[in-house]
């Protein structure tokens, strides 16, 4: 199928296009979940203010923007002909966007990223290096190849919340439990992902899990999964002698439960949809979690 070609467009489709592109809501729950870390679980809690009006906390959060902004970018640009097949009323590139601006745009957002997190440390500045490649490489590689691909999303996801202990080290272990909550939930949701987009995928080549395992299989897996997750959060918690926390990840588990039992049953795209939504939700419930941790 060909790929839609850009045409003339207002200043507000360019503007929509271009936001749709970046993902602006998952980028906002990026910046509020880095905040979130810094002001609920590294504290101090009553300094909130100060907190919030910090600079190189400001820059951090920005310089993860960035990079994940730009990595939304690559990555679109790459799955175009997928997109088409899997999504196509959410194709922006070759349609709003021409390929060589977004791919400008794109490298615009890598260099400001990690030129703004040299402004805050060398070490946050080598860890953005490290992600930039792995997106790059993860759009053009590893996303098609099983398990690797959501693989390092799922490190990448987690690798948002620790990146905040590089800078305030305070409170590093509860900052470590919820960032393996971020890894596994993420990791879910990019296999249901895979479930969902099997269509478009096997028309170009993909080996993702659902492709080489099947459906059947992919949903042992993600129970497997989900078991492990649930283990090793209780495990941590008991480990810090946390009780409130132990008793929050139960509260999570009603939603959970119920994700399990909804992919037990999922069979269409549109369903897999769901569940994909849904663990989004469970980490949104996740995140605020952290009042009470």
């Known amino acids: 199928m060909p790929v839609a ?10 503007l929509a296009g271009f936001l749709r592109l970046i993902r602006l809501p998952n980028l906002l729950i990026l910046v509020l979940t880095q905040y979130l870390t810094r002001v609920l679980l590294v504290g101090p809690r ?4 100060q ?3 910090d600079p190189k906390m400001l820059i951090l959060s920005l310089t993860t923007a960035c990079i994940a902004a730009a990595g939304y970018i ?3 640009y790459f799955d175009v002909k997928i997109d088409i097949v899997n999504k196509p009323e959410r194709v922006v590139i070759g349609r709003y966007l021409k390929r060589r601006v977004a791919m400008g745009t794109h490298q615009f957002l890598n260099v400001a990223g990690v030129l703004l997190g040299l402004l805050v440390s060398k070490w946050i500045f080598l860890i953005n290096v490290v992600c930039v490649t792995l997106l790059w490489f993860y759009s053009e590689r590893f996303k098609r190849t099983m398990l690797v691909g959501n693989l390092v999303v799922s490190l990448l996801t987690a690798l948002s919340v620790v990146i905040v202990t590089v800078v305030y080290p305070e409170n590093r272990n509860l900052v470590f439990i919820y960032a393996i909550f971020s890894f596994f939930i993420s990791l879910v949701r990019e296999i249901i992902k895979d479930m969902e ?4 995928d096997v028309s170009h080549g993909c080996r993702t899990l659902p492709i080489v395992w099947g459906l059947r299989r992919t949903k042992i897996v993600v129970y497997f999964l989900v078991a492990i997750f649930i283990t090793t959060l209780y495990l941590m918690a ?4 946390n009780l409130t926390l132990a008793w929050l990840f139960t509260a999570l588990l009603l939603p959970i439960a119920w994700l399990v039992y909804r992919l037990v049953f999922a069979d269409t795209r549109r369903e897999f949809a ?20």
């Not at 070609?5 to 360019?14: E, G, I, L, P, V």
């Not at 009553?46 to 203010?49: D, I, L, T, V």
């Not at 569940?275 to 939700?281: E, F, N």
């Open 5 to 14: 070609r850009a045409h003339k467009f207002t200043f507000r489709q360019y």
């Open 46 to 49: 009553g300094e909130w203010r």
């Open 51 to 53: 907190i919030v009006t």
């Open 74 to 76: 690559i990555n679109d």
């Open 197 to 200: 987009d099997v269509r478009g």
């Open 238 to 241: 008991h480990s810090l002698n």
């Open 274 to 293: 769901r569940l994909s939504t849904l663990c989004k939700m469970i980490m949104l419930l996740g995140l605020a979690t952290m009042i009470w941790a």
